[in-house]
């Protein structure tokens, strides 16, 4: 038998990585906690499923396409996403979903001994491929619940090569405006690329939320992300972009095998953006629903955090790992926050009226 030491060849960053468990897939769950349905709130999906327009295209896929490769840079999407957002096709990059930029990102610009910076209690993901990247991750507490200006522009150096904002945040729903984004990048002064994370734009209402693509033409060193996941319903098919400079974006392209994206998605987003009704359908619900629960929780005294974004955390008086356990066995799948320093809160996405009614009497129940 060869002999082989696995650990002598691993990175002592890859070694040190807690590797990210993924939950396992319904069937298994619903018998594990022997329900017969299962309401999924912990991932912020589109409970009204893709565009009608989107569903269309996967209804008529020709099946014989699945042995061709797909468009390697997202060809028609990117012109046809390009002229709807007044950009140029080439500032647009797709990847298997916003998750998989991040890491482009990473790649592009990070040596070792560089260094990340952004909040601590945000989406995870930019702190964990960053970890797993060897590049060292400085996380700066939230305050009063929104990404902290001084206290980022305080941890950049020489070595920052990248500072992740969420806007607006995933899980606490708040977000800078545009006095604020301004404020920062000015004070930033191009000295690293700033990334904005606006997965849950399509669903803001507040009038004061800044378009990170708006800025682009005088912040060279922005980097916008986007995704099919969140209002468009497409998560299960795996494709977000980024658009930044033109040459900002062609640098991170390098980083990057093509056919990432497969053709279902690419034809799926194009046919989701030409859909009018989907987005003005899905914000009535959001509003509606989130209306609506917040009222209940309130009336259960229950603390809550929320604001853009089509989910709600809330604090319990029991451990947010046992509320998750107990709630699964009531057919309702939450978010339990610990992992994500928010221990004794889980975050609800918002779903259909009846998702929202059984979450609520589920809950009633777990706390009586
Ligand atoms: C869901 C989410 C993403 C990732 O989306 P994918 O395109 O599905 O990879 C990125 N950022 C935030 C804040 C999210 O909540």
Redesign the pocket.
């Known amino acids: 038998m060869t002999s082989f030491v696995l650990d002598a060849i691993v990175p002592e960053f890859v070694r040190q990585f807690k590797a990210y468990v993924p939950s396992r897939p319904d069937p298994e769950l619903m018998a594990l906690y022997g329900v017969s349905r299962l309401h999924r709130l912990n ?2 999906e589109n409970p009204l499923g893709p565009p009608a327009a989107a569903q269309e295209v996967l209804r008529r896929f020709p099946p014989p396409l699945g042995a061709v490769y797909p468009s390697g840079d997202s060809f028609y999407l990117r012109r046809r996403l390009g002229e709807r957002l007044g950009v140029d096709p080439d500032q647009i990059l797709f ?8 890491g482009l990102v990473l790649k592009a610009f990070c040596r070792e001994g560089d260094n990340i910076v952004t909040a601590d209690r ?2 995870a ?1 930019y702190e964990w491929t960053a970890r797993f990247s060897g590049v060292e991750v400085r996380l700066v507490p939230l305050r009063d619940g929104r990404f902290d200006v001084e206290g980022m522009l305080a941890r950049i150096d020489e070595r920052t090569k990248v500072v992740f904002v ?1 806007n607006p ?2 899980p606490t729903g708040t977000y800078w405006d545009r006095a604020t984004l301004l404020d920062f990048l000015a004070r930033v002064d191009g000295r690293t690329i700033v990334v904005l ?1 606006e ?2 734009a399509e669903f803001v209402e507040s009038p004061d939320y800044p378009e990170g693509i708006s800025l682009l033409p005088e912040h060279p060193n922005l980097v916008v ?1 986007r ?4 209002m468009w319903g497409l ?1 299960g098919l ?3 972009y980024l658009i930044g400079e033109r040459n900002l974006v062609d640098t991170v392209r390098r980083t990057c095998i093509v056919y990432s994206v497969n053709i279902v998605a690419q034809e799926a987003a194009l046919a989701a953006l030409d859909d009018p009704e989907h987005v003005p359908a899905t914000r009535a619900l959001v509003r509606g629903e989130k209306a609506y629960l917040l009222s209940e929780l309130g009336a259960m005294s229950l603390p809550t955090a929320s604001g853009e ?1 089509n989910f709600v955390m809330v604090e319990l008086p029991i451990s947010d790992t046992l509320a998750y356990r107990k709630l699964m066995r009531e057919g309702v799948m939450i978010r339990a926050m610990t992992d994500f320093r928010f221990p004794g809160w889980i975050r609800v996405s918002i779903g259909c009226h009846d998702a929202m009614e059984d979450f609520v009497a589920a809950l009633r129940r777990t706390l009586e």
């Open positions: 991932n912020n990847g298997n979903g916003a998750n998989e930029t991040i945000t989406f993901v969420c945040n995933n994370d997965a849950y992300f995704t099919f996941s969140k998560a795996r494709i977000g974004g």
